[in-house]
T-cell receptor, first 115, second 118 residues
Framework: DQQVKQNSPSLSVQEGRISILNCDYT??????FLWYKKYPAEGPTFLIS?????DKNEDGRFTVFLNKSAKHLSLHIVPSQPGDSAVYFC??????????????FGTGTRLKVLA | GAVVSQHPSWVICKSGTSVKIECRSL??????MFWYRQFPKQSLMLMAT?????????EQGVEKDKFLINHASLTLSTLTVTSAHPEDSSFYIC??????????????FGPGTRLTVL
């Protein structure tokens, strides 16, 4: 049962345009959502996050939107740059019965920004 | 800062042997480390959470006797795949949470280890 889904395995965008990466989740108990960026042969690096009590968080060119009623979040990159080409993972955080946090990842979306 | 290394980056072994993978936080102390497994075109699946000085917490369906995790210090966690079989072939990746981090949910990932069992 995939609790966090990224239905688009890949996305191509022209340089300078907006990139929109989507993520859907099923568990309403998730309290934090994170986006990670991954280059080949490297581990994912943290990009931006959003608490479940907010609907938007912005950091430079990156903005994450959360729609709790739709259980949907999206990452907007404006303007897109060739260096943004990578695989993007969304992840959701929830508290376990033992009180610790665990993270559920989506399958990733490969973004290609065309020069 | 906040670098996590994994060793080895790639290992090939025969079926039935055991393989140890190391995860080190190079410039910070990690009270919590996570071990993930990733199959091709699939998501990172959390295998276990390890806290320094205590037993690891395994996710449902992960055999703790097969995947031995030791977090003996604040900078090192090891994952040992015991009696490896071809179906254990996968990409194993660790992450670490900085003890001094202000943001609770930030975790730093290692580059991963590709295990191939023949």
């Amino acid at each position: 049962d995939q609790q966090v889904k990224q239905n688009s395995p890949s996305l191509s965008v022209q340089e300078g345009r907006i990139s929109i990466l989507n993520c859907d989740y099923t568990n309403s108990m998730f309290d934090y959502f994170l986006w990670y960026k991954k280059y080949p042969a490297e581990g994912p690096t943290f990009l931006i996050s959003i608490s479940s009590i907010k609907d938007k968080n912005e950091d430079g060119r990156f903005t994450v939107f959360l729609n709790k009623s739709a259980k949907h979040l999206s990452l907007h990159i404006v303007p897109s740059q060739p260096g943004d080409s990578a695989v993007y993972f969304c992840a959701a955080s929830g508290v376990t019965t033992s009180g610790t946090y665990k993270y559920i990842f989506g399958t990733g979306t490969r973004l290609k920004v065309l020069a | 800062g906040a670098v996590v290394s994994q060793h080895p980056s790639w290992v090939i072994c025969k079926s039935g042997t055991s393989v140890k993978i190391e995860c080190r936080s190079l410039d910070f102390q990690a009270t919590t480390m996570f071990w993930y497994r990733q199959f091709p075109k699939q998501s990172l699946m959390l295998m276990a959470t390890s806290n320094e000085g205590s037993k690891a917490t395994y996710e449902q369906g992960v055999e703790k006797d097969k995947f031995l995790i030791n977090h003996a210090s604040l900078t090192l966690s090891t994952l040992t795949v015991t009696s490896a079989h071809p179906e254990d072939s996968s990409f194993y990746i660790c992450s670490a949470r900085d003890k001094a981090a202000k943001f609770l949910h930030e975790q730093f990932f290692g580059p991963g280890t590709r295990l191939t069992v023949l």
